[in-house]
């Protein structure tokens, strides 16, 4: 389990991130989302011990990383797929580790063919590799220690379409086994797919966490109407609040039912009556983050 209490950090005068708890539990997959620079990197900083916490705390099991006795043998982590030796090959990288933690050397092989990488590749230069190559160097180094939680920082990154369903499955297989799994991802789908439960973060404040399929179900309703300002207008008559988003679609926090009878008894047509879930995370993600969007609000 992976507890963070009002963790704060602060950079000469500029709030990273503001007072933001929540836990990250085993037996899940916790996705941590956001826009750039919204503090995810930060806080998982923080987590691995990278960056001090201005005030507040991240725990592994009630332990501070830095506390960790053996910490890759308790905690995998994926930061920076870039961040390896360069000069080093990729099977050097794994080596020094499995030293460092104490592990057979038979690991190193066991994770290169875990992680999809050819023996050739293995000996090759990071320097030499492509980005999706770094990525599964860095998982191997990640799962190296059969860590029971892994911090992983947008680990799809760089990886061709077979490679993120081999993650996919890679991390679901592990969060079924009782690991406990957060990770930061800008592919929303990849989210929505692997995630059971949702961390979302806007300019370093938690703007909703809870289970993915608490978060969808409460997007409320969307409606299309052949005139979308007279359907806003009836369900104002009713006492429903809404809103008009710039594609025409109506949303509000009442079921499709209450919104289909206000349409019937004022004869408004609609288009489409659907529970705005359908929608999928992508519009919950840009609702809850609209006021935080460099692009400004999207609905
Ligand atoms: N060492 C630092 N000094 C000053 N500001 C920093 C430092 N590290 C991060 N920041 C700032 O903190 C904010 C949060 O950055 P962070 O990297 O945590 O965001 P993020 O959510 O991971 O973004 P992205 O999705 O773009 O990776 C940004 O405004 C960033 O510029």
């Given at each position: 389990?992976?507890?963070?209490?009002?963790?704060?950090?602060?950079?000469?005068?500029?709030?990273?991130?503001?007072?933001?708890?929540?836990?990250?539990?085993?037996?899940?997959?916790?996705?941590?989302?956001?826009?750039?620079?919204?503090?995810?990197?930060?806080?998982?900083?923080?987590?691995?011990?990278?960056?001090?916490?201005?005030?507040?705390?991240?725990?592994?099991?009630?332990?501070?990383?830095?506390?960790?006795?053996?910490?890759?043998?308790?905690?995998?982590?994926?930061?920076?797929?870039?961040?390896?030796?360069?000069?080093?090959?990729?099977?050097?990288?794994?080596?020094?580790?499995?030293?460092?933690?104490?592990?057979?050397?038979?690991?190193?092989?066991?994770?290169?063919?875990?992680?999809?990488?050819?023996?050739?590749?293995?000996?090759?230069?990071?320097?030499?590799?492509?980005?999706?190559m770094r990525q599964r160097l860095g998982?191997?180094?990640?799962?190296?220690?059969?860590?029971?939680?892994?911090?992983?920082?947008?680990?799809?990154?760089?990886?061709?379409?077979?490679?993120?369903?081999?993650?996919?499955?890679?991390?679901?297989?592990?969060?079924?086994?009782?690991?406990?799994?957060l990770l930061s991802s800008h592919l929303?789908?990849?989210?929505?797919?692997?995630?059971?439960?949702?961390?979302?973060?806007?300019?370093?404040?938690?703007?909703?966490?809870?289970?993915?399929?608490?978060?969808?179900?409460?997007?409320?309703?969307?409606?299309?109407?052949?005139?979308?300002?007279?359907?806003?207008?009836?369900?104002?008559?009713?006492?429903?609040?809404?809103?008009?988003?710039?594609?025409?679609?109506?949303?509000?926090?009442?079921?499709?039912?209450?919104?289909?009878?206000?349409?019937?008894?004022?004869?408004?047509?609609?288009?489409?009556?659907?529970?705005?879930?359908?929608?999928?995370?992508?519009?919950?993600?840009?609702?809850?983050?609209?006021?935080?969007?460099?692009?400004?609000?999207?609905?």
């Open positions: 389990m992976i507890t963070v209490e009002s963790l704060t950090r602060r950079y000469a005068g500029f709030t990273a991130v503001d007072d933001v708890s929540f836990t990250a539990r085993p037996g899940r997959v916790t996705g941590f989302l956001g826009p750039n620079g919204a503090g995810k990197s930060t806080t998982m900083r923080v987590m691995v011990g990278l960056t001090a916490p201005t005030s507040g705390s991240a725990t592994i099991d009630g332990v501070r990383f830095a506390d960790l006795p053996n910490p890759g043998r308790e905690v995998g982590v994926l930061l920076d797929a870039s961040a390896q030796h360069a000069g080093r090959t990729g099977r050097e990288i794994l080596t020094i580790a499995a030293d460092t933690m104490g592990l057979p050397r038979a690991r190193v092989e066991e994770m290169v063919r875990l992680v999809g990488l050819t023996p050739t590749e293995a000996g090759r230069r990071v320097r030499d590799y492509s980005l999706g998982i191997a180094t990640a799962l190296l220690g059969d860590p029971r939680v892994l911090i992983l920082d947008e680990p799809a990154n760089g990886l061709d379409p077979a490679g993120i369903r081999w993650m996919r499955d890679l991390l679901t297989g592990f969060a079924g086994r009782g690991g406990t799994v929303l789908h990849e989210i929505e797919v692997i995630a059971d439960d949702l961390v979302v973060i806007g300019d370093g404040r938690i703007v909703a966490a809870g289970t993915k399929d608490e978060l969808l179900a409460a997007a409320g309703t969307l409606a299309r109407a052949t005139s979308p300002r007279d359907l806003a207008h009836a369900l104002e008559q009713a006492g429903i609040p809404s809103t008009v988003a710039g594609d025409g679609s109506v949303r509000t926090d009442a079921d499709p039912a209450q919104v289909g009878a206000v349409a019937l008894t004022a004869g408004v047509a609609l288009t489409e009556l659907r529970p705005a879930e359908g929608a999928g995370l992508e519009d919950m993600f840009l609702s809850l983050t609209a006021d935080t969007q460099r692009e400004g609000a999207a609905a």
